[in-house]
């Protein structure tokens, strides 16, 4: 009878102490951002985001973090098959970097981010939506670069601005200027400026020099294109897009006089 009185009492007492042994302390934001960095660093948006939007349960106002987020988000963009589901990841990755671009105004990759997710938006928009969003590219690349002048990817997107928009024929424009509202003119000059000038800055990023290399190209100098895509293709690739950018410059190399 004594027996049978203890057995309860000790199976009782393994559940309570089992239980604590086995229970975890919550991480912290810090602790979750490390793990979605290893993620990140490896190019896996979902296994970062599991890890990221965790901590912003927590620290909804990191900014840092809501950096981290968007940057994901467009990652899983490049990676979606539709036009809608590019859209709406785009739109996720925007949400985020406006959040952070709100929170803090000094900060010039915040301030940068949103432009980095329109840009990628604008081939997957209607022509009424790229006129609209061409200003708010280029006035958030002229902010993150009077915060940081020393931002490359500030330099670069900014290139890219110039390199689109110089690209828009006579035609086009004026159609454009009449349906939805007029577009900014430049150069492909302005934009070999911006290259050269993020290069300067960061010269061990390879789409610094393909994107300066096409721009040549659009120039009608293959000499100058033809010595900045070599560079750049001849680079490791290091970041997200850096296989993408290649082909770019595959091609445009191949298309050289």
């Known amino acids: 009878m004594q027996l049978r009185l203890l057995i309860p009492i000790w199976w009782a007492t393994f559940l309570l102490l089992g239980a604590g042994a086995l229970s975890c302390p919550a991480q912290t934001a810090d602790e979750l951002m490390g793990k979605g960095d290893k993620h990140d660093l490896t190019f896996e948006p979902n296994r970062a985001l599991n890890y990221y939007l965790k901590a912003a349960e927590t620290e909804p106002n990191n900014v840092p973090l809501l950096l981290r987020i968007a940057r994901q988000y467009r990652y899983l963009m490049a990676e979606a098959k539709s036009h809608e589901e590019k859209l709406k990841l785009g739109n996720s990755a925007l949400g985020y970097g406006q959040r952070a671009a709100k929170l803090a105004p000094l ?38 670069i009077r915060l940081d002048p020393n931002n490359d990817t500030a330099w670069h997107v900014l290139g890219r601005w110039h390199q689109v928009l110089a690209k828009v024929g006579v035609v086009k424009r004026a159609l454009g200027g009449l349906l939805y509202g007029k577009l900014p003119v430049t ?18 990023r390879l789409r610094h020099y393909i994107e300066l290399g096409h721009t040549y190209a659009l120039m009608g100098n293959s000499t100058e294109a ?13 970041e997200y897009d850096d296989p993408e950018l290649k082909v770019k410059g595959r091609e445009t190399l191949a298309k050289l006089p």
Do not use: W
């Open 226 to 238: 033809k010595r900045f895509l070599k560079k750049g293709l001849s680079m490791p690739n290091h």
């Open 187 to 204: 150069t492909q000059e302005a934009a070999a400026k911006c290259f050269t000038q993020a290069i300067a800055i960061n010269p061990s």
């Open 107 to 144: 900060n010039s990759e915040a301030q940068l981010s949103p432009a980095i997710t329109y840009g990628k938006m604008l081939p997957y928009e209607g022509s009424k939506a790229q006129v609209q969003l061409s200003p708010l590219i280029k006035t958030a690349a002229d902010k993150a």
